[in-house]
T-cell receptor
Framework: GEDVEQSLFLSVREGDSSVINCTYT??????LYWYKQEPGAGLQLLTY?????DMKQDQRLTVLLNKKDKHLSLRIADTQTGDSAIYFC?????????FGTGTRLQVFP | NAGVTQTPKFQVLKTGQSMTLQCAQD?????MSWYRQDPGMGLRLIHY???????DQGEVPNGYNVSRSTTEDFPLRLLSAAPSQTSVYFC??????????????FGEGSRLTVL
């Protein structure tokens, strides 16, 4: 089947904004999620958006959803070195949670 | 509060050996799942369970078995290990009866190498 796609790498300077993109496949997903994975650890929920919303803001995080194009993005404002991690989007077909391929964000000073 | 506990954290197997990865959660979560993580492929769902006595296949179920005899435990069995099963395995649970029910809580992962 189709994959939930993300670009593999993103490198940004500390203090700049980061934008991580995701193309998902299931138009019936009720929620779409962003998870963060730090080295050697499991994933942790960052934020999520309900499918009837276009945008959600949560402190430094902004999620944009374009249902027509099945495109989801995560913007991190004022990116810090502690934001360096792998970021996964996830869709929710049926009763499952399906993750994207992950984007490794590297923040340099 | 232990959350989701996976054992072992590391395991090396020879081709053809069998083993069980253990997963236990103490949050009374109905939903539990197993993922494998491989470079460049993200996390892929192996099997999941929406409650005790109920299991279902995910994206990549071949070569793996699961059972859910209690709410707390969801072991993953490799019946005859193959090198293609070398991966990092994550167990995750959530409070709802589906994966679309809010936050998934992850274990710390089990790194399996099959020689």
């Amino acid at each position: 089947g189709e994959d939930v796609e993300q670009s593999l790498f993103l490198s940004v300077r500390e203090g700049d904004s980061s934008v991580i993109n995701c193309t998902y496949t299931d138009s019936s997903s009720t929620y779409l999620y962003w998870y963060k994975q730090e080295p050697g650890a499991g994933l942790q929920l960052l934020t999520y958006i309900f499918s009837n919303m276009d945008m959600k803001q949560d402190q430094r995080l902004t999620v944009l959803l374009n249902k027509k194009d099945k495109h989801l993005s995560l913007r991190i404002a004022d990116t810090q070195t502690g934001d360096s991690a792998i970021y996964f989007c996830a869709e929710t077909p049926d009763d499952k949670l399906i993750f994207g391929t992950g984007t490794r964000l590297q923040v340099f000073p | 509060n232990a959350g989701v506990t996976q054992t072992p954290k590391f395991q090396v197997l020879k081709t053809g050996q069998s083993m069980t990865l253990q997963c236990a959660q103490d949050m009374n979560h109905e939903y539990m799942s197993w993922y494998r993580q491989d470079p460049g492929m993200g996390l892929r769902l192996i099997h999941y369970s929406v409650g005790a006595g109920i299991t279902d296949q995910g994206e990549v179920p071949n070569g793996y078995n699961v059972s859910r005899s209690t709410t707390e435990d969801f072991p993953l069995r490799l019946l005859s290990a193959a090198p293609s099963q070398t991966s990092v395995y994550f167990c995750a649970s959530s409070s709802g009866t589906s994966g679309d029910a809010g936050e998934l809580f992850f274990g710390e992962g089990s790194r399996l190498t099959v020689l």
